[in-house]
């Protein structure tokens, strides 16, 4: 039968796959997040995964792996198709390998490992070993291996069962779940702080245009009622005069009769004194008569002293009567300016009740921007109290985010060790595969069987590069929601500063 050779993997290789597996571990401390509608566009405008950047691969059998461009390594499976040459117990393979490489998934392909569900281990005509325990008890019973042979060397049922891609990807889709579900909470109560804030904004601007209307009304009532106190001593000064005027007035008038009473008498007294000397004059006149006859000279003499006596009353008359207009008109006078008088009372009283009809309509007026100051302060002290409630609401969302970067970190753990027991299923195959080329001359009548198991191995080895790809998809979306996570603290910080800034001016 000819000899079908197991070529090991060199060590060249393996060490620049572990060198791989520790940058991309130590690349999983910090993740960068973006919002979910960046990743969506992110998706949506990445490449088919046919365009996407080809990495650098690794073949069984060669040693030129390793990092190129920064890009991690995929290790590739080669199969190499095997002559069987009669009569010849050895046999080599051909140079043409045929070297299946599967690479990096793009990031429109995250949806689907994300939302596709799990189904059957893909089948390629051949068997497929989920482990390496089933691998041996396979050759066991073909007789091909003793029972000692690989004890303890196979693969972890509960790890190949906890590291299942497809159980990894439902717990990536569930963090992203709760994330995106953190992440609208956050949105919703940044719209309502946003909200408030202009609901406070407003009330404040009303309240500060409440408070210079307040301050404006009562400076008017503070100079209308300046206006009102000078009129009102005006109005005691005008009275004032007005009653030393009428004193003056009724003084003057007392006198000016009282002269008026003396002139009269005065004048009475000369008219009966005239009277009394004209009635003498006659009766002496009529006795001289009567005695005897009087003389031409004492009749002409009598007749003079009668005209000069009765020019005399005319001239008292005239000045009775000049005295009695001069009266007249000094009592038209002032009437007259007791008629002003009381016209400029009435004209300072209805300006004193306008004043005050002034004066009591900004008091009220006051006093409705007063009620309204005290409306806008409640209004105030109850959106600061809504303030509080979604400041609280903030601290839950934050409190959501730290046990969401919790479950990152728990996530990060694991998925360390699941490379520390990558590193150990390497270790376990490389035994496997001494323990196998150490019993190939007891096993040469199975090379078949060997050939299968070679095709097993490249699969199991295209499924192990499968989970790592899926591992760094996993850690790509750890990053991204790391960079979403800072960026909404950031946001988060830049909200509170705002809202000290306008509490402190609110204060101010």
């Known amino acids: 039968m000819p000899e079908h050779p197991i070529r090991p993997m060199p060590k060249s290789s393996l060490a620049s796959i572990a060198a791989a597996k520790a940058a991309k571990a130590a690349a999983t401390l910090s993740y960068p997040q973006l919002p979910p509608q960046n990743i969506v566009r992110r998706i949506m405008a990445s490449p088919p995964p046919s365009e996407a950047m080809t990495p650098p691969r690794m073949t069984h059998g060669h040693g030129k792996g390793g990092e190129a461009n920064g890009h991690v390594p995929v290790m590739t499976a080669a199969v190499g198709k095997r002559n069987k040459k009669p009569g010849n117990d050895k046999s080599t393979p051909t140079d043409e390998?045929?070297?299946?490489?599967?690479?990096?998934?793009?990031?429109?392909?995250?949806?689907?490992?994300?939302?596709?569900?799990?189904?059957?281990?893909?089948?390629?005509?051949?068997?497929?070993?989920?482990?390496?325990?089933?691998?041996?008890?396979?050759?066991?019973?073909?007789?091909?291996?003793?029972?000692?042979?690989?004890?303890?060397?196979?693969?972890d049922p509960d790890f190949l069962a906890s590291?299942?891609?497809?159980?990894?990807?439902?717990?990536?889709?569930?963090?992203?779940?709760?994330?995106?579900?953190?992440?609208?909470?956050?949105?919703?109560?940044?719209r309502e702080v946003g909200k408030e804030r202009k609901v406070t904004e407003q009330a404040r601007k009303e309240r500060e245009a409440a408070r210079v209307e307040a301050i404006r009304s009562t400076k008017e009532v503070q100079k209308i009622t300046g206006l009102c106190r000078a009129l009102q001593k005006e109005n005691k000064k005008l009275a004032t005069q007005l009653g030393e005027l009428q004193v003056n007035e009724r003084e003057n008038e007392l006198d000016l009769a009282g002269r008026f009473e003396e002139t009269l008498a005065q004048i009475n007294e000369r008219l009966k004194k005239h009277e009394k000397e004209k009635r003498e004059m006659i009766r002496q006149a009529e006795e001289k008569v009567s005695s005897s006859s009087p003389s031409s000279t004492e009749v002409t003499a009598l007749q003079a002293k009668l005209k000069a006596i009765e020019a005399e009353k005319t001239m008292i008359l005239e000045q009775l009567q000049g005295f009695q207009q001069q009266y007249a008109i000094r009592e038209k006078l002032y009437l007259a300016q007791c008629r002003s008088k009381e016209v400029e009372l009435d004209l300072v009283d209805a300006r004193l009740d306008r004043e005050r009809e002034r004066a009591d309509l900004h008091a009220a007026t006051s006093s409705m921007l007063r009620s309204k100051i005290t409306s806008l302060q409640q209004t105030e002290a109850e959106l600061r109290s809504q303030l509080t409630l979604y400041v609280e609401k903030f601290k839950q969302v934050e409190e959501t985010l730290n046990r969401s970067n919790e479950l990152f970190a728990n996530f990060r753990r694991e998925m360390e060790q699941m490379s520390q027991k990558t590193k150990k299923l390497e270790k376990d195959n490389q035994a496997v595969k001494a323990k196998s080329e150490a019993s190939r001359g007891r096993i040469a009548e199975m090379a078949d069987m060997l050939h299968k198991k070679d095709l097993v191995i490249g699969e199991r080895d295209q499924q192990l590069k499968d989970a790592e790809k899926r591992r760094t998809l996993l850690e790509g979306l750890s990053r991204t929601l790391q960079r979403e996570r800072d960026a909404a603290r950031q946001e988060l910080a830049a909200v509170k500063r705002s809202e000290e800034e306008s509490s402190e001016v609110s204060l101010d």
């Open 97 to 155: 390998a045929s070297t299946s490489q599967v690479p990096l998934m793009g990031s429109g392909d995250f949806s689907g490992i994300l939302q596709s569900p799990p189904g059957p281990m893909p089948q390629t005509g051949s068997r497929v070993f989920l482990n390496d325990q089933q691998e041996l008890d396979y050759l066991r019973s073909l007789g091909g291996l003793a029972e000692g042979d690989g004890d303890g060397q196979g693969l």
């Open 163 to 190: 590291t299942s891609p497809f159980k990894t990807a439902e717990r990536a889709e569930e963090l992203h779940q709760k994330y995106i579900e953190a992440w609208t909470a956050w949105k919703h109560a940044e």
